[in-house]
Nanobody, 115 residues
Framework: QVQLVESGGGLVQPGGSLRLSCVGS????????MGWHRQAPGKQREFVAF???????SYADSVKGRFTISRDNTKNTLYLQMNNLKPEDTAVYYC?????????WGQGTQVTVSS
């Protein structure tokens, strides 16, 4: 059973930065691409960013130029560096690992952007 645990969320002022982490339990953590999604109150969960095993990345238009996804396979950890945060970035952020056996999700970490 794959377990993913996010951390790093919190309350930040507009224009501030946060770095989210997602630690995975799988021995083959580095075999698959991984991504971040978020869900704001009253809205559907949406795609934020994806990092392929070959290093290719993709981002939602709303976060391009502000967010950066990366990983350290030696630490079984996926990161999301979020800069110039806006109130509309407020959401619960989830990491996701798609595998042939199915998609695995973490429990989420709350990010609140407010003055």
């Amino acid at each position: 059973q794959v377990q993913l645990v996010e951390s790093g969320g919190g309350l930040v002022q507009p224009g501030g930065s946060l770095r989210l982490s997602c630690v995975g339990s799988a021995r083959n953590f580095g075999f698959y691409g991984m991504g971040w999604h978020r869900q704001a109150p009253g809205k559907q969960r949406e795609f934020v960013a994806f990092l392929a095993t070959g290093g290719g990345t993709s981002y939602a238009d709303s976060v391009k130029g502000r967010f950066t996804i990366s990983r350290d396979n030696t630490k079984n950890t996926l990161y999301l560096q979020m800069n110039n945060l806006k109130p509309e970035d407020t959401a619960v952020y989830y990491c996701k690992q798609p595998t042939p056996a199915g998609d695995y999700w973490g429990q989420g970490t709350q990010v609140t952007v407010s003055s």
